[in-house]
């Protein structure tokens, strides 16, 4: 189905009987729009791996910093791909940019179709922000969708949100689409990525990965070394590949151990 901004469209159908990525993410930060299955789903990963909340609610704090260090540098404009369902509980990114400038301007872009919906109600009338139905897949296409043109100017600087993603991505695929994300944005612009550390606890990792693959959505950890990959030819801002807590914390800000985290963090800029 294509709309009359010739973007495509999905069905609007919610099945609420099935586990959904974005639900189950949400009750993992606390949120309330969730379903039984979806509880259930999160109940028993967190049996397989008991700080998968806490690892869920790091990476999101960790994108919200990157998100208000990236504005603070001067880019006024933001891509969060793989947004998830608006949040209730705490700021969303648009948010966070606009404290910093208020001018800031901010896609937000998801292929699940109860995003849409959430999205389509919760930033109604929200100045600077705007919606595109994407599948992180299809890459660069993502350039030409009319919000996207109208909404941006790729001509200046973009921080690129990679969030909660990567680890839905197998292989070669994720280094593509990423390299083909990256390529048209302009000098100065920021990647940002947080992703499932495959080798922090790696057995563990392995069984919650196939655990979740099997109830929820096909999943993938990466190593350090894997994470590193995606920021070829950028320069990558201190203090590197690190967990999310240890990127940006505040005085006083607990950082559990790695092993607890299991989840590898970065920014990079464009060069």
């Known amino acids: 189905m294509v709309n009359q901004a010739g973007e495509k469209r999905e069905p609007d159908a919610v099945d609420t009987t099935t586990p959904d990525v974005s639900r189950v993410y949400g009750y993992f930060l606390g949120e309330k729009e969730n379903h ?3 509880r259930a ?3 028993q990963l967190s049996r397989v791996w008991s700080d998968v909340g806490m690892s869920c609610r790091a990476s999101r704090a960790f ?6 260090y990236a504005t603070s540098k001067g ?6 791909m793989g947004c998830g369902i608006p949040t209730r509980l705490s700021d969303n990114v648009h948010e966070v940019a606009q404290r910093v400038l208020p001018a800031a301007r901010v896609v937000y872009a998801d292929k699940n179709p109860l995003v849409r919906r959430h999205c389509a109600r919760d930033l109604a009338g929200v100045d600077g ?4 139905h994407h599948d992180f897949l299809d890459g660069a296409a993502l350039y030409e969708q009319p919000r996207v043109r109208d909404h941006l100017d ?9 969030g909660n993603l990567l680890h839905f991505v197998p292989g070669e695929i994720a280094y593509t689409v990423v390299a083909d994300l990256v390529r048209p944005l302009a000098p100065g612009s920021r990647l940002v990525i947080a992703s499932i550390a495959s080798d922090l606890r790696p057995a563990l990792m392995e069984e919650a990965m196939a655990h979740y693959s099997g109830r929820v959505t096909t999943s993938f950890a990466r190593s350090r070394t894997e994470i590193e990959r995606f920021f070829d030819g950028l320069t990558l801002e201190e203090p590197g590949v690190v967990t999310p807590p240890q990127w940006h914390s505040g005085p006083g800000d607990v950082i559990p151990p790695p092993q607890q ?3 590898w963090a970065a920014v990079g800029v464009v060069g």
């Open 129 to 132: 922000c705007t919606y595109v």
């Open 41 to 43: 789903a999160a109940d």
């Open 154 to 162: 790729l001509a200046e600087p973009v921080t690129l949100l990679l």
């Open 36 to 38: 039984p299955a979806d």
């Open 63 to 68: 994108v919200l910093r990157a998100t208000e």
């Open 75 to 80: 880019v006024r404009q933001i891509i969060d």
């Open 261 to 263: 985290v299991c989840t």
